[in-house]
Nanobody
């Protein structure tokens, strides 16, 4: 059973940066598609970034493209989300997600692709 634990959230001023981390348990982490999603109050959970198993394929929505970068260190069983040029509209709870049912799967924006989720970490961007 894979477990995910996020960290690195906090309060930052607009234009600032944060790096989120997601530590995963499980010996086969390196085979998994990994993603980041976020959910603001009274809004649906939305896709933020995805990274395939070997780190060579990424996907971002236009809202964060060029500002956010997803990466992974398979030796440390950790995936990261570097967030730069943060805006107040980036304020949300950020969730790490994994597709642990399939190996070597391409990136996906659908939250239904992912079967394992972390508990979330709050990111607040002040104006």
């Amino acid at each position: 059973q894979v477990q995910l634990v996020e960290s690195g959230g906090g309060l930052v001023q607009a234009g600032g940066s944060l790096r989120l981390s997601c530590a995963a348990s499980g010996r086969t982490f390196s085979n998994y598609l990994m993603g980041w999603f976020r959910q603001a109050p009274e809004k649906e959970r939305e896709f933020v970034a995805a990274l395939n198993w070997n780190g060579r394929s990424t996907d971002y929505p236009d809202s964060v493209k060029g500002r956010f970068t997803i990466s992974r260190d398979n030796a440390k069983n950790t995936v990261y989300l570097q967030m730069n040029s943060l805006k107040p509209e980036d304020t949300a709870i950020y969730y790490c997600a994994a597709d642990s049912r399939r190996i070597h799967w391409p990136t996906s924006r659908s939250l239904f692709q992912y079967d394992t989720w972390g508990q979330g970490t709050q990111v607040t961007v002040s104006s």
